[in-house]
């Protein structure tokens, strides 16, 4: 059979000069490895003008952010005003539509705000222990037995008033129910009601002795 080379009118020994001719350099080139650009170790930051290491900028995609993490978060913060309340009305609408008939995307929203929750709940049990400290009108302080008081509390009654009661004790005091909201009178069962008139002002030793029994006599 006629050797195909020689039937496209190229000889066989024409085709094998040709090859190692047109390979070896090709070989030779690929094998050259030329070095890329290296990553860089550290970077001035445009905002604080501060030379910071690499690790110090938040990752995006291969390279990293322009500005360093804490001043890339001020800027973000800084911003932030600008977009507060600027989704359009569709979006909002499209949210609460899928939040009301997907019990999957419910699912989500719950496992998102619990995460962020449990993230940041030192921060926040620390924010209402000082509030609660410092802040004489602290709308807590109407509630921090809210299972008792609000069962007890009338709908007619001036939380305005409530408030002043509790802003207006003295330190080392303590608002205390003058007819317990869950008490005995004289062996009797008795829930007294969550008013300003039923209020007074108690020292912690004499509101543990009092507990939730009192008398008619004292009353």
């Given at each position: 059979?006629?050797?195909?080379?020689?039937?496209?009118?190229?000889?066989?020994?024409?085709?094998?000069?040709?090859?190692?001719?047109?390979?070896?350099?090709?070989?030779?080139n690929?094998?050259?490895?030329?070095?890329?650009?290296q990553?860089?170790?550290?970077?001035?930051?445009?905002?604080?003008?501060?030379?910071?290491?690499?690790?110090?900028?938040?990752?995006?995609?291969?390279?990293?952010?322009?500005?360093?993490?804490?001043?890339?978060?001020?800027?973000?913060?800084?911003?932030?005003?600008?977009?507060?309340?600027?989704?359009?009305?569709?979006?909002?609408?499209?949210?609460?539509?899928?939040?009301?008939?997907?019990?999957a995307?419910?699912?989500?929203?719950?496992?998102?705000?619990?995460?962020?929750?449990?993230?940041?709940?030192?921060?926040?049990?620390?924010?209402?222990?000082?509030?609660?400290?410092?802040?004489?009108?602290?709308?807590?302080?109407?509630y921090?037995?809210?299972?008792?008081?609000?069962?007890?509390?009338?709908?007619?009654?001036?939380?305005?008033?409530?408030?002043?009661?509790?802003?207006?004790?003295?330190?080392?005091?303590e608002?205390?129910?003058?007819?317990?909201?869950k008490?005995?009178?004289?062996?009797?069962?008795?829930?007294?009601?969550?008013?300003?008139?039923?209020?007074?002002?108690?020292?912690?030793?004499?509101?543990?002795?009092?507990?939730?029994?009192?008398?008619?006599?004292?009353?």
């Amino acid at each position: 059979m006629r050797p195909r080379m020689a039937w496209l009118g190229v000889g066989i020994s024409a085709f094998t000069e040709f090859t190692q001719f047109y390979i070896a350099p090709t070989c030779y080139n690929v094998s050259i490895v030329k070095p890329g650009p290296q990553p860089f170790q550290s970077k001035i930051c445009p905002l604080c003008k501060i030379e910071k290491p690499r690790s110090e900028y938040y990752k995006k995609g291969r390279g990293v952010s322009h500005k360093f993490k804490p001043c890339s978060l001020i800027y973000s913060r800084a911003r932030a005003s600008r977009y507060i309340g600027k989704y359009p009305e569709y979006q909002n609408e499209w949210r609460s539509k899928r939040y009301a008939s997907d019990a999957a995307y419910r699912k989500k929203i719950a496992a998102q705000k619990k995460a962020s929750y449990e993230k940041r709940v030192k921060a926040i049990n620390a924010k209402r222990r000082e509030r609660w400290a410092k802040d004489p009108n602290n709308p807590a302080r109407l509630y921090h037995r809210r299972k008792d008081v609000n069962g007890r509390t009338p709908p007619w009654v001036s939380k305005k008033a409530l408030l002043e009661v509790y802003s207006k004790c003295p330190p080392g005091m303590e608002v205390d129910h003058i007819i317990p909201l869950k008490g005995v009178i004289d062996g009797r069962k008795v829930s007294g009601l969550h008013v300003p008139w039923n209020l007074q002002y108690l020292t912690p030793a004499e509101n543990r002795k009092k507990k939730n029994i009192v008398s008619e006599k004292d009353i």
